[in-house]
């Protein structure tokens, strides 16, 4: 079935830093990638999306980059600051009109 | 705020009784979603919904049921036959997506769900 892979699982950079993160998808046909962030005991919240049509977008400090024949998707995080401490969500259109998500990725910015 | 509400935002239940819980939303949009969420696994789909009267099963249904007979509202039922109940359970909404469109997901705020 459509899969998701998200890695790494947890990510700890200092306050500065990049954070990488990266997610495979299984189903070609996928055309929409979003990406959320969920703080600690709230609802996850859309930060940042890429249709398939599109390589890169980039919105301040936060990009996403596409390789449809991968089926390689990463979120990028320039000058780490403290408050981007959650866990990011990756997810994939699939069939069907369903979106499948990522495991999740706990990432900690230490000041 | 967002325009989705889930009720209530903790609940308990005793082992082998069904519970509901409520999702609302007045965004007019089409699509509505259950989700639940259990540490390190993310985001697994329960149910769907892409318009009024219709729905579909997701990932993991089993031991859960829903209905969708108003635009505005998709209430979960966790059935006693869910072996595993407790949980986080996020309600969300879309704008269907098109072929050309596509409309992110608005999640309600969630309901916790502990059976015991």
């Known amino acids: 079935g459509e899969n998701v892979e998200q890695h790494p699982s947890t990510l700890s950079v200092q306050e500065g830093d990049s954070a990488v993160i990266k997610c495979t998808y299984s189903?070609?046909?996928?055309?929409?990638f979003p990406w959320y962030k969920q703080e600690l005991g709230k609802r996850p919240q859309l930060i940042i999306d890429i249709r398939s049509n599109v390589g890169e977008k980039k919105d301040q400090r936060i990009a996403v980059t596409l390789n449809k024949t991968a089926k390689h998707f990463s979120l990028h995080i320039t000058e780490t600051q403290p408050e981007d401490s959650a866990v990011y969500f990756c997810a994939a259109l699939g069939g069907y009109n369903k979106l499948i998500f990522g495991a999740g990725t706990r990432l900690a910015v230490h000041p | 705020d967002g325009g989705i509400t889930q009720s209530p935002k903790y609940l308990f239940r005793k082992e082998g009784q069904n519970v509901t819980l409520s999702c609302e939303q007045n965004?007019?949009?089409?699509?509505m979603y259950w989700y639940r969420q259990d540490p390190g696994q993310g985001l697994r789909l329960i149910y769907y919904?892409?318009?009024?009267?219709?729905?579909q099963k997701g990932d993991i249904a089993e031991g859960y049921s829903v209905s969708r007979e108003k635009k505005e509202s998709f209430p979960l039922t966790v059935t006693s036959a869910q072996k595993n109940p407790t949980a986080f359970y996020l309600c969300?909404?879309?704008?269907?997506?098109?072929?050309?469109?596509?409309?992110?997901?608005?999640f309600g705020n969630g309901t916790r769900l502990t059976v015991t």
């Open positions: 965004l007019n949009h089409d699509a």
């Open positions: 189903d070609s046909a996928s055309n929409y």
């Open positions: 969300a909404s879309s704008i269907p997506p098109r072929s050309s469109y596509n409309s992110p997901l608005h």
């Open positions: 919904s892409q318009i009024v009267n219709d729905f």
